[in-house]
């Protein structure tokens, strides 16, 4: 018999008809209704992805997210994640000189697109950023970029933020 599932279940456990109700510890010391405590569950953290919009005869560029870890092999606008003290300025023009060797003058950022997505474990927003940029990409945290035609973006599979995103643009 499943116990667990059939009746000592969390919120309404059977006692009366319990084949251990003589050996429970639980139940003698009147905690059926409160062991085993619920799990709480740890909070989400919470993730500030910028991207960077950059342009080049009607194509953005996007990048391919490393094929092991989070959304493997997935498309997204390049980025990365804001660090704690730093401007959304400073945080996409660092994740664009380190990803891709880019250069990102930092007043020229306009906001086009902002994504809140609630992960298992995470919650995730995302804001897009057109940007004056210089330089010609050498990805180091992608295995490849690209140049897509804006309105063709959502044939690539994106990652469901990064399509939200494409919606937006
Ligand atoms: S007697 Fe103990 S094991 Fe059986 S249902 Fe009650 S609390 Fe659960």
């Given at each position: 018999m499943e116990l667990g599932a059939?009746?000592?279940?969390?919120?309404?456990?059977?006692?009366?008809?319990?084949?251990v109700r003589k050996d429970c510890r639980a139940r003698k010391l009147g905690l059926q209704d409160r062991i085993p405590m619920p799990r709480r569950h740890a909070p989400r953290r919470r993730i500030r992805y910028l991207c960077g919009i950059l342009e080049r005869n009607g194509s953005l560029l996007l990048a391919r997210r490393p094929l092991?870890?989070?959304?493997?092999g997935l498309w997204e606008l390049p980025g990365g994640e804001r660090s704690p003290g730093e401007s959304e300025a400073e945080g996409l023009a660092r994740n664009l000189r380190e990803r891709l060797g880019l250069q990102v003058e930092p007043t020229g950022l306009r906001l086009r697109a902002e994504v809140e997505q609630t992960l298992t474990h995470r919650e995730l927003q995302i804001r897009a950023f057109s940007c004056r940029w210089k330089g010609r990409p050498r990805p180091q945290g992608y295995p490849e970029v690209r140049w897509a035609p804006k309105r063709s973006l959502?044939?690539?599979?994106?990652?469901t933020g990064m399509r939200r995103v494409a919606d937006q643009l």
């Open positions: 059939l009746v000592c279940t969390p919120r309404r456990p059977r006692c009366l008809t319990c084949p092991s870890g989070l959304l493997p959502n044939q690539l599979p994106l990652t």
